[in-house]
């Protein structure tokens, strides 16, 4: 069999399922592996009994996992600012074949995060909604300080909330599918500083609307001084 390369290189033309992405890793943790085929991914994990865990069964239905490689394929947007994210409208979860393998099993957390927030959604409360109404409003929500602001906090419970979510759900797959998963993150201090580096990046973007909003003096600094501290300060 042909030898993956490193990268996933595509040149727009299309390709065959066996060309597209495709990443494996065995290791003593266990087998993960992700399989580009008809333009989504399958995400696959499998313990040292051989048993398996799709990791797209967590999906809500209709839902689906693809690269940013697939989503320019087809043309369609991709978001820079972000690493991994979900696309509401499409029904996608956006993985970054990058941070996949660059961080590798770690990387497990980020698509466990972007499912707590498809969780979040699927719930529905006060919070959620009021959130979607207010991200619906940008960018007029810009120019109104106090609508702007609340968009913000909610954003930040949102990630905190989606993270939290990640955390029970790594550690309910830890007990009842794959003991070996403890060794991902051994201790509270590697989830801890795995959660709060991927909270800084996700700041990038809010950052960048509060840039492009048009806002200057007191206030736009109070919104800057304010989303750093929604985004970097432990609770
Ligand atoms: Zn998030």
Redo the contacts with the bound molecule.
């Keep these: 069999m042909k030898k993956e390369s490193a990268g996933s290189h595509f040149t727009g033309r299309e390709k065959s399922e066996n060309n597209g992405f495709k990443f494996e890793l065995k290791d003593e943790i266990g087998v993960f592996r992700v399989v580009e085929g008809d333009n989504q991914l399958s995400i696959n994990l499998e313990n040292s009994s051989g048993q398996q865990f799709k990791v797209n069964s967590l999906l809500l239905p209709g839902y689906e996992f693809v690269s940013k490689e697939i989503l320019q394929r087809q043309g369609e947007e991709v978001d820079e600012d972000r690493e991994t994210y979900v696309r509401h409208g499409k029904k996608q979860v956006v993985i970054d074949t990058v941070e996949l393998r660059k961080e590798e099993w770690q990387y497990l957390l980020s698509i466990l ?2 499912i707590g ?1 498809l969780a979040r959604q699927k719930e529905k409360s006060k919070d959620v909604k009021r959130l979607d109404q207010l991200t619906e409003k940008q960018p007029a929500i810009w120019q109104d300080p106090e609508l702007f602001a609340e968009m913000l906090k909610l954003q930040s419970e ?2 905190r909330d ?1 993270w939290a979510f990640a955390i029970r759900q790594l550690r309910k797959m830890a007990r009842e599918f794959n003991p070996e998963l403890k060794k991902v993150f051994p201790d509270l201090k590697s989830f801890r500083d795995y959660v709060d580096g991927n909270l800084v990046s ?1 700041y990038k973007k809010p950052y960048r609307e509060i840039i492009n909003s048009g806002l200057t003096g007191e206030y736009r600094k109070e919104l800057l001084d304010a989303l750093e501290d929604l985004y970097t300060r432990g609770d």
Aim: without cysteine; proline residues 0%.
């Design positions: 995060h972007e927030h949102d990630e989606s996700g």
